[in-house]
Each structure stands twice: as structure tokens, then as C-alpha cells.
């Protein structure tokens, strides 16, 4: 394992003090429990938006906290959900009187963690509601879930949510719209090669030079099945025809089209994925009308990326353009 | 060789389609000879900024095109000066009357091609000025140049230019604070991993498992050496040092200190490394007074990172906040 990082037990927290020092302008990282908060805190009288899950999905979700976007998040160890506790103290830090939002990865450890943390800050007075985010459609049930696992769907839930707080919007309207996004988005991935956690010290699966792994998980979990490694517009026509089955979107609607990087995939290849996949999302009949191509929501150095498709209404499209301001994401 | 990519020949062409459709409001990808030129033009009377390159080192250059920032560049093969024709159509495309700056990473065939291709685009009527950027501490001389290379200060130089020129500078002083930010500006790079030019299917170099290479370049030439595979504290100091010592800074001095992933590298070890150079600069007496941490200029997938520490003035740290709106930098 070669990796940028000293004891891998610290690599967490290490990183969130680089974090924290690099954007001090945006946001603060605060510890026992370890929480990320805006530096200017949630206005009074407005909804605070919240998330958090594992680490090793950077810059999700520590990166969307800003302006525009995320009030707080609580991340935990290397693929290992939040404890209660992180989620409460960074609910209570986001709250800003109105009620919190609060979004869910759909993975099992995720669910129940977030449960725990927002009943604590229930109990200490806080108003929340729980979103759960379940874009993946490559798998139902797996060691990890029950259900569909939430992948790179939950940045545009995230960027809705938060741009609906920003606007006003009550906690009622901001759930109401986020669930509307999350149930109107839908995710496949390919790993091109697997990753490793630090403090394991080894790749947690094998994916032999000649294959790819079609319908992986942000955690290295199996996918739908394996092919030989192939070109990207085929393998970017599988992950854009799962995804439009899934989703069985009238021809003409207008849709926003992300390609993720899994980490470590070089900005060319995203573009390359991007051009395969919005030529096939075209030929299905659809209008790409908005468009992200980054590394967003990662499995640490995994090389691979994600399609997601969401279908936008005007409302939604105005919230997805609405100003934000992040370590990740800017505009 | 496994690469989100179909042809390999025509990996730069696809790559370059995925960003014009992606991101139609900010650029336009023209061909016959390729170049990549700002949507809106230069707008008349202002100073056009001009880069360009070998790909595979995206994001740099054709990510940077955009207001604030670059008006055209020419994009190479992979790791492939561009032609002189594609330099000419960029200076050409770029021309708003008031003269074009061109701004060239100092590698032979680069400064060569550039050289001709202005002398083409002057004798059409262009009113020209290059600036060379020579911002690597690591090695003088060297397969692929006379003197040192530029990597990823370039990022610094067109942001520098591009502000200037977007303040209505004209051509002699958007040169003069180029050419100052480059001769503050050095950076010193470091590759856990090698990287695979798509149309030769090998990796470049061989890095065993255990070693790293110090002082890297950003095609995989050669660094200065190699060590056993050390921790972010001991590899940030050693590139800090070499960058410091070359500077030679006044203490008290207010640095930009750029932390720039080499294309494989996750995000979280991206600001581990942040966090452990900042320290260093911090020990050597000096104060971060701007930060910038991502994946700007790179080698395809190279797993590493590169440390660029740059002195600033008031105008150059102005010109570095004024707004850029390009597909990789934006704020």
C-alpha cells in the first residue's frame, strides 16, 4: 500500500485538519465528537441541512459543507458509519431553530447510527427529519443494505436540500423537495480497479487486469457481474441503459446527467465517459439540459466512475443552479 | 491497460468532446487544427491569454479556459507539444486587438512549436508576447529540457494573466505580473505510481512497490531520487525544503501554498498532504495566506502529488481572488 498518509489510525482526522486549515473561510472541523459545521453557522430562523456517513468518499460529504449546500456533516471512519454521537452533535450545530434535514445514505450501519443520533438530539430539543438516499440501481440487499445503497445520487439531494434551506423554505418544503429529488435520481458504477482501506493495508477485493466490475458499491462491494475490460462506450451504454430502465422517463424530459469519478480516475477518462454516456442518454430520447463531470463521491483511490441521471422539473432545475459554495463544488 | 477510453488514437478528440458538451456555456472545442477557445471571445480591446500543451495533464489547459483565466489553448497528443498550426488558430482565436500573451511550459519541443507558431499568427497580424514558465526546483536539464520544467505553477501564472488581462491591463503589464508570478512561483513534485500514455499500453516507468520517487516530473521523466515509501510527513517536508530553499524567502513572508494531486490521488490524502506542508511552511517561518488543493495539473492516473509555495504581493494576491469561471477553477 502506498499512500499519502502517516499512521493510518489518524489518516481521518489528519485529513480533516487539512480540510479545515485549507478552508477555514467556508467551514471549521470540531472534535469529541468530530463534526464539520459552516464557519458562519446556520442563519437563525432557517432549516439546517445535515449528512454524513463514512469516510473515504471525499470530498462527499465533508466537502458540500458550505453555502448553498451542507450546514454540517459527521464523517466516520474509513467506510464505517458516524457514531450517534457524531450525529447529534453535528445535527445540534446545524440547527438554527427551524428544524433539521437530515440525509441518509441507505446502508444498514448508516440507518441506524443516524437514528440513534437524531432521536439524542430529539431528546435535547432539536426538530428533524430523516432523507433517505437510495440511488444505486445496480443491486437490492446486500451484506451492507437492505434495499437500494445510496451512491452519487446523494449530491443532488444534498445541493437540493441545501439550496431550498438557503431559500427559506420551511422543513416540511425542504423534505418534500428532497425526497422529490432522490426519487427521481438514479446511479450505476464500473470499478476499473479496486482500493485500499489504510488501516487494512490491502486491496479490498481483486479485479484481474482483463475485467471490469459492472454495478459496484462506493465500498468495493460486488456488483452486478464482471466483464472483459472494454471500451468506455460500452461500458458507459450499460450503466445509461440500467439507469433509464430503472427510471422510465418519458422521451423528451429534460435530465441532469453526473459523472462521478470513483477517486482515482484522471479528468480526461471522465470527459471521455461523459461524451459515450450523454451520446446514449441522447439516443434514448432524453434532453441533457444540466450536466456535472468530477470526482465527487469516491471510494478512496478506486479507479471507475458512476452515471447518475436525475429528471428535473423547473423547480429543480432552479435549486440544482442556485449558488453554492464549497471546498468541493462552487458556482 | 485498463482506461475509460475507446480508441486510443483517438482518446484526446473523445476526451475533448466530453468537455465542449459538457461545459457549452463556458468553452467551444474547434478542429482543423484542434484548439480549445472561451464561448463568449475575447471580448475587443482586452489582452487574449493563451496556453497550451501536451495532454494528459488535465485539467491544465483546456479546463482553465473561461473568464478570468485562459481565452484559447492548444491541446497536444498525450504528453505532445501541440502543433505550430494549433498554436497560431489559438493565438488567432484569442486576438481581441490589444495583443495575446502566451504563456508556455519550458519543454523543448513546447517552447519550439510555440515559437513557431506565434512567428505564424504575428505574421497574419497578431501582436504577441510569451511568457515561459520554468516553476520545478527539481531537476536543471533533462531529456525533454533546456533549463528547468513548468508544472504546475503554470496554474499560478494563468490565473495571474488572466486576471490582469480581465482588469483591462494592457499587453507590457499583463506580461511584467506574469512573468513575476513566475519568477515567485517553484514546486517540486513527488509519484507513488507510474502512469500509462493510452496509445503505448505500458506504464511509463517502473516504481516498485516500496519506493516513491522524489522531485517526479509530469510525464514521468525522472525525479532527483528515490526513497522507501515514507509517511506525508517525511515526503511533504522533503518537496517543502527543496521549494523553500530555492525561494529563499524573507520570514514573515505570505505565501500561496498549492497542494496539486497528480491525477490518482484521492482528496483525502490530497489534504493530509495539505496539512502536513503547511506545517513545514509554518516551521520555516513563513504565513499560508492562500491555499489552493485539488487535481490541476497532472500525468493520467500518476498516483502523487506536486507542492507549489508562491510569494505574493498585494497585487498578485488581488489578481489571484479576482473571479474565474473556467470548467476546473471556479470563484
Not at 466516520?76 to 434535514?101: E, H, I
Not at 429529488?181 to 487486469?209: E, Y
Request: proline share 5%.
Amino acid at each position: 500500500m502506498k499512500k499519502l498518509l502517516d499512521d493510518p489510525n489518524e489518516a481521518v482526522t489528519d485529513s480533516l485538519r487539512g480540510l479545515g486549515l485549507a478552508h477555514a473561510d467556508i467551514l471549521a472541523v470540531r472534535h469529541d465528537p468530530t463534526y464539520v459545521v459552516r464557519a458562519s453557522g446556520t442563519p437563525a430562523g432557517r432549516v439546517g441541512v445535515v449528512s454524513g456517513g463514512g469516510s473515504g468518499h471525499e470530498p462527499l460529504h465533508v466537502g458540500f459543507v458550505g453555502e448553498g449546500m451542507l450546514d454540517a456533516a459527521a464523517p466516520g471512519a474509513v467506510f464505517t458509519a458516524p457514531s450517534p454521537d457524531q450525529v447529534a452533535a453535528a445535527v445540534r450545530a446545524a440547527d438554527g431553530g427551524a428544524g433539521v434535514v437530515v440525509i441518509v445514505k441507505n446502508y444498514t450501519s448508516d440507518v441506524l447510527n443516524f437514528e440513534v443520533g437524531v432521536e439524542i438530539a430529539e431528546e435535547a430539543g432539536a426538530r428533524v427529519a430523516t432523507v433517505l438516499v437510495d440511488d444505486d440501481v445496480a443491486v437490492e440487499d446486500s451484506v451492507y443494505t437492505a434495499g437500494r445503497r445510496g451512491v452519487a445520487g446523494t449530491l443532488f439531494a444534498e445541493k437540493i436540500a441545501g439550496a431550498a434551506a438557503a431559500r427559506g423554505a420551511g422543513l416540511d418544503e425542504v423534505v418534500a423537495v428532497t425526497e422529490r429529488a432522490v426519487s427521481r435520481v438514479r446511479t450505476m458504477g464500473v470499478a476499473l480497479t479496486s482500493c485500499t482501506v489504510p488501516q487494512v493495508g490491502r486491496p479490498g477485493f481483486d479485479l484481474p487486469d482483463d475485467e471490469v466490475e459492472i454495478g459496484i458499491g462506493i465500498h468495493g462491494e460486488p456488483g452486478r457481474y464482471r466483464v472483459p475490460a472494454a471500451g468506455a462506450g460500452d461500458i458507459c451504454r450499460r450503466l445509461v441503459d440500467a439507469v433509464l430502465d430503472d427510471l422510465a422517463l418519458p422521451v423528451g424530459a429534460q435530465v441532469l446527467l453526473l459523472v462521478n469519478g470513483m477517486g482515482g480516475t484522471p479528468s480526461s477518462e471522465l470527459y471521455v465517459a461523459y461524451a459515450r454516456a450523454r451520446d446514449r442518454v441522447e439516443e434514448r430520447g432524453l434532453e441533457v439540459a444540466r450536466s456535472l463531470v468530477g470526482t465527487f463521491v469516491t471510494s478512496l483511490e478506486m479507479q471507475g466512475v458512476s452515471i447518475s441521471v436525475a429528471l428535473l422539473d423547473d423547480e429543480l432545475t432552479a435549486l440544482w443552479d442556485a449558488p453554492v459554495r464549497t471546498a468541493a463544488l462552487t458556482w
